[in-house]
């Protein structure tokens, strides 16, 4: 018989097949043709995941958990399976490990108020980054307000890399939690979480990881990272707004306390005494979003038949063209230059603020993001207001960053 | 949707890059700072009072193009007018960027100023072109700071998030 056949290899990524399946990539800004570069912010959609909308809301839609009606019936079904969808894309060892919240800010503040206010007291430590989101800032620091404990801060270089050596150097006896972003929002860099992770957990410290930007982009495998919590957003991720996901190890969430009380959160309730539902019920008071984690379930098949890996390999490429394009433009410099980054590209152009640079890139089409990216750390880490950032998904293209790159050089001709 | 190109027009550009009245004075008799903490853009407004009109005034700061054009501007339009005369065009200033004022139907004593009236159509930008005029206001009323975010500010106008 024949030889094992060399000719036949996986479909080549092909970037035009897959931008025909994002109807809003078809639109035109000002009779220019969409270049959609503010994917950190929020992705598109694609079809199939509009359509599931659609169908869910169309012929299965009823509360779950609740009634043995058929309608309940199948849409509860189809919750679940969006859970064990969403646990198979992150590598979880359980569904029940799997938290649908409304997104990695109430992912977040669910970790805050179920583990932080039970396990967290007077004097413990609560080790951040400087690269952090607002989202992971904030709940730390009501907790350490409400418990008098204290944040510290791993620091970034030049580069905006993490700094392994000095956030070791903050653990000691009283460092009771870590909250660390996997991919920075501002910079794009990537963190060396796993070793940090291993650092905190050899010394019994639990650690969450703020996954919202690193899911979209890379292989996530909650379980080759040994984390205790990992939170992400579903709109990031192709997916609706209004959904999220917190993953917790199992031994972990049962030792919470819940977030929320109300229905679906309970086993029975008497005015005397509450007894909680399992985990994940436990997480998850009230009507969930259904809808949205259902089409959720949607966008991670839709995002793993193209397959990570090829994402991640496109985006890279994508990233280094960018960069060596930039790199070539006089009066344009790139803000977080880490050997390890995802596709996110911030800059500022010389003589030009930010607002002006967005404002006018919006002329030829091009959506960026301008400000400070809700991680004023970051910025003040970097002694600037503000950066313009283009950050790239799957379905962007080398042609729309020479849109980008020719639409800055027409910024400066009008503004430097 | 705005053609962003009809804000920045000639004018706006011309003052960006060679602002008037750019500098400071000596002493003052009404001074104030005005900050956009959304992004980052601040700005120290100077100016002499004599007799309840502006003798002189100067202004300096950091920010995107929009709001030194439209501080510029500012201090050549009220630079000799009264108190209230200035007062008044800080309220057709607004009344314009923020949409409210028809400057099309209501009189009104902006003339050149109109080349900002295109904000209006970009919600995240109003505050750019307002910060320097709600700087004047805060001078005018002995007030040492302000920010777009305060919301005890009489100019606050809570719109867009940068
Ligand atoms: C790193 C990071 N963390 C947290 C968040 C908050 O996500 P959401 O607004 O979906 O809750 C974001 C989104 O901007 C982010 O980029």
């Given at each position: 018989?024949?030889?094992?056949?060399?000719?036949?290899?996986?479909?080549?990524?092909?970037?035009?097949?897959?931008?025909?399946d994002f109807p809003i990539l078809k639109l035109e800004i000002g009779g220019k043709p969409l270049v959609y570069l503010d994917?950190?912010?929020?992705?598109?959609?694609?079809?199939?995941?509009?359509?599931?909308?659609?169908?869910?809301?169309?012929?299965?839609?009823?509360?779950?958990?609740?009634?043995?009606?058929?309608?309940?019936?199948?849409?509860?079904?189809?919750?679940?399976?969006?859970?064990?969808?969403?646990?198979?894309?992150?590598?979880?060892?359980?569904?029940?490990?799997?938290?649908?919240?409304?997104?990695?800010?109430?992912?977040?503040?669910?970790?805050?108020?179920?583990?932080?206010?039970?396990?967290?007291?007077?004097?413990?430590?609560?080790?951040?980054?400087?690269?952090?989101?607002?989202?992971?800032?904030?709940?730390?620091?009501?907790?350490?307000?409400?418990?008098?404990?204290?944040?510290?801060?791993?620091?970034?270089?030049?580069?905006?890399?993490?700094?392994?050596?000095?956030?070791?150097?903050?653990?000691?006896?009283?460092?009771?939690?870590?909250?660390?972003?996997?991919?920075?929002?501002?910079?794009?860099?990537?963190?060396?979480?796993?070793?940090?992770?291993?650092?905190?957990?050899?010394?019994?410290?639990?650690?969450?990881?703020?996954?919202?930007?690193?899911?979209?982009?890379?292989?996530?495998?909650?379980?080759?990272?040994?984390?205790?919590?990992?939170?992400?957003?579903?709109?990031?991720?192709?997916?609706?707004?209004?959904?999220?996901?917190?993953?917790?190890?199992?031994?972990?969430?049962?030792?919470?306390?819940?977030?929320?009380?109300?229905?679906?959160?309970?086993?029975?309730?008497?005015?005397?005494?509450?007894?909680?539902?399992?985990?994940?019920?436990?997480?998850?008071?009230?009507?969930?979003?259904?809808?949205?984690?259902?089409?959720?379930?949607?966008?991670?098949?839709?995002?793993?038949?193209?397959?990570?890996?090829?994402?991640?390999?496109?985006?890279?490429?994508?990233?280094?063209?960018?960069?060596?394009?930039?790199?070539?433009?006089?009066?344009?410099?790139?803000?977080?230059?880490?050997?390890?980054?995802?596709?996110?590209?911030?800059?500022?152009?010389?003589?030009?603020?930010?607002?002006?640079?967005?404002?006018?890139?919006?002329?030829?089409?091009?959506?960026?993001?301008?400000?400070?990216?809700?991680?004023?750390?970051?910025?003040?880490?970097?002694?600037?207001?503000?950066?313009?950032?283009?950050?790239?998904?799957?379905?962007?293209?080398?042609?729309?960053?020479?849109?980008?790159?020719?639409?800055?050089?027409?910024?400066?001709?009008?503004?430097? | 949707?705005?053609?962003?190109?009809?804000?920045?027009?000639?004018?706006?550009?011309?003052?960006?890059?060679?602002?008037?009245?750019?500098?400071?004075?000596?002493?003052?008799?009404?001074?104030?700072?005005?900050?956009?903490?959304?992004?980052?853009?601040?700005?120290?407004?100077?100016?002499?009072?004599?007799?309840?009109?502006?003798?002189?005034?100067?202004?300096?700061?950091?920010?995107?193009?929009?709001?030194?054009?439209?501080?510029?501007?500012?201090?050549?339009?009220?630079?000799?007018?009264?108190?209230?005369?200035?007062?008044?065009?800080?309220?057709?200033?607004?009344?314009?960027?923020?949409?409210?004022?028809?400057?099309?139907?209501?009189?009104?004593?902006?003339?050149r100023l109109l080349v900002f009236s295109g904000v209006r159509?970009?919600?995240?930008?109003?505050?750019?072109?307002?910060?320097?005029?709600?700087?004047?206001?805060?001078?005018?009323?002995?007030?040492?700071?302000?920010?777009?975010?305060?919301?005890?500010?009489?100019?606050?106008?809570?719109?867009?998030?940068?």
């Amino acid at each position: 018989m024949s030889a094992v056949r060399t000719d036949v290899k996986a479909p080549a990524f092909d970037v035009e097949r897959i931008r025909g399946d994002f109807p809003i990539l078809k639109l035109e800004i000002g009779g220019k043709p969409l270049v959609y570069l503010d994917n950190a912010a929020s992705s598109q959609m694609p079809q199939p995941v509009i359509d599931r909308l659609v169908r869910y809301q169309t012929t299965q839609h009823a509360n779950i958990h609740r009634a043995v009606h058929t309608l309940s019936e199948v849409a509860t079904a189809e919750y679940e399976e969006a859970r064990r969808k969403l646990a198979r894309f992150i590598n979880a060892r359980e569904e029940r490990e799997v938290i649908f919240t409304s997104g990695t800010t109430d992912s977040i503040n669910l970790v805050m108020h179920g583990f932080g206010r039970k396990f967290i007291g007077a004097g413990d430590e609560i080790i951040l980054s400087t690269l952090e989101h607002h989202s992971n800032i904030v709940p730390w620091q009501m907790l350490a307000e409400e418990k008098g404990a204290k944040i510290r801060v791993a620091p970034i270089d030049d580069a905006g890399e993490l700094q392994s050596g000095e956030y070791e150097a903050l653990f000691n006896p009283r460092t009771k939690f870590v909250a660390v972003t996997h991919v920075s929002n501002a910079l794009g860099t990537i963190t060396p979480v796993r070793q940090m992770i291993a650092h905190a957990r050899a010394r019994g410290v639990p650690v969450m990881v703020d996954g919202a930007q690193a899911a979209p982009h890379l292989t996530v495998d909650v379980q080759d990272l040994d984390c205790d919590f990992y939170a992400f957003s579903g709109h990031k991720l192709c997916g609706p707004t209004g959904i999220g996901i917190l993953y917790g190890k199992a031994a972990t969430l049962e030792r919470m306390q819940p977030f929320k009380g109300g229905g679906d959160m309970i086993l029975s309730v008497t005015f005397e005494k509450t007894t909680y539902n399992t985990i994940p019920h436990k997480f998850e008071a009230g009507t969930p979003p259904i809808a949205a984690a259902i089409g959720l379930g949607a966008a991670v098949d839709y995002l793993s038949a193209i397959g990570m890996d090829a994402i991640a390999a496109h985006e890279r490429h994508l990233l280094e063209y960018a960069t060596a394009a930039f790199s070539r433009m006089a009066g344009v410099r790139i803000v977080g230059t880490a050997a390890n980054k995802a596709a996110v590209l911030s800059f500022v152009v010389a003589g030009v603020h930010p607002h002006d640079v967005g404002t006018l890139l919006n002329q030829y089409g091009v959506a960026v993001r301008t400000g400070h990216h809700c991680a004023q750390p970051v910025m003040q880490r970097f002694g600037l207001p503000a950066t313009s950032r283009a950050s790239f998904a799957f379905y962007n293209t080398i042609a729309e960053i020479d849109a980008l790159v020719d639409g800055i050089r027409n910024v400066q001709k009008i503004l430097a | 949707m705005a053609d962003p190109k009809a804000l920045y027009q000639e004018v706006i550009l011309d003052h960006n890059r060679k602002p008037r009245n750019f500098g400071r004075l000596e002493q003052p008799s009404h001074e104030a700072q005005g900050h956009n903490p959304l992004c980052g853009d601040h700005l120290s407004l100077a100016l002499n009072l004599e007799n309840e009109s502006i003798a002189a005034i100067a202004f300096k700061g950091e920010s995107c193009a929009i709001c030194k054009a439209s501080a510029s501007m500012m201090t050549v339009a009220v630079k000799g007018k009264s108190r209230k005369e200035a007062e008044q065009l800080i309220e057709e200033f607004r009344g314009m960027a923020t949409g409210e004022l028809d400057c099309g139907k209501v009189p009104h004593h902006l003339g050149r100023l109109l080349v900002f009236s295109g904000v209006r159509d970009l919600p995240t930008r109003v505050k750019c072109a307002i910060l320097p005029w709600h700087t004047l206001h805060a001078a005018l009323h002995s007030v040492a700071s302000t920010s777009t975010e305060s919301g005890d500010d009489p100019m606050h106008a809570p719109i867009g998030n940068a």
